[in-house]
T-cell receptor
């Protein structure tokens, strides 16, 4: 079993839908990162969480430390949100453990 | 623009050849990392440098060496490339240091390496 599990692995939705991507981890963490990998391959850091909730534009990330679970939500989804979303758990100061990613496709 | 610059973007090597992947950041970050990304697997840490002058093995270090040349530059060397090293390689940096958990990561654009 991977230390960081994401679900679903693939998600296809229509433009405008509310999207939720889940991340569960089985290790102790100091922070939880959400990353976005564009179709061209570049990786962008979206959020770094150690507790609670963060919001940036249409993206919201939450974390429940007790349940070892984090979610990434996208409101009013748009085709440009199509990408792979990656959850990564930071163990200690240096070790990021990555989930396998969720491939999101938003159709117009 | 500030960020992480990786070179080259693409490379094809023959088995047994050597090469160095270059990475430089201009954000005065303390910590730098090399990851590989393979289909169906998450990113995996090859080596990292928590601060200038230090390097440490990650999850999959075999077949690789690294050099933290200065605070800006962190190179990854394949001494004798093998087909199993065919992958996409990403360099990343964070302000980090020993308290790295407080900061986000910046990734380079990746190097797509094929070993034939």
């Amino acid at each position: 079993k991977n230390e960081v599990e994401q679900s679903p692995q693939n998600l296809t939705a229509q433009e405008g839908e509310f999207i939720t991507i889940n991340c569960s981890y089985s290790v102790g963490i100091s922070a939880l990162h959400w990353l976005q990998q564009h179709p061209g391959g570049g990786i962008v850091s979206l959020f770094m969480l150690s507790s609670g909730k963060k919001k940036h534009g249409r993206l919201i990330a939450t974390i429940n430390i007790q349940e070892k679970h984090s979610s990434l939500h996208i409101t009013a989804s748009h085709p440009r949100d199509s990408a792979v979303y990656i959850c990564a758990a930071l163990q200690g100061a240096q070790k990021l453990v990555f989930g396998q990613g969720t491939r999101l496709t938003i159709n117009p | 623009n500030a960020g992480v610059t990786q070179t080259p973007k693409f490379q094809v090597l023959k088995t047994g050849q050597s090469m160095t992947l270059q990475c430089a950041q201009d954000m005065n970050h303390n910590s730098m990392y090399w990851y590989r990304q393979d289909p169906g697997m998450g990113l995996r840490l090859i080596y990292y440098s928590a601060s200038e002058g230090t390097t440490d093995k990650g999850e999959v270090p075999n077949g690789y060496n690294v050099s933290r040349l200065n605070k800006r530059e962190f190179s990854l060397r394949l001494e004798s490339a093998a087909p199993s090293q065919t992958s996409v390689y990403f360099c990343a940096s964070t302000r980090g240091g020993t308290g790295g958990h407080g900061y986000g990561y910046t990734f380079g654009s990746g190097t797509r390496l094929t070993v034939v």
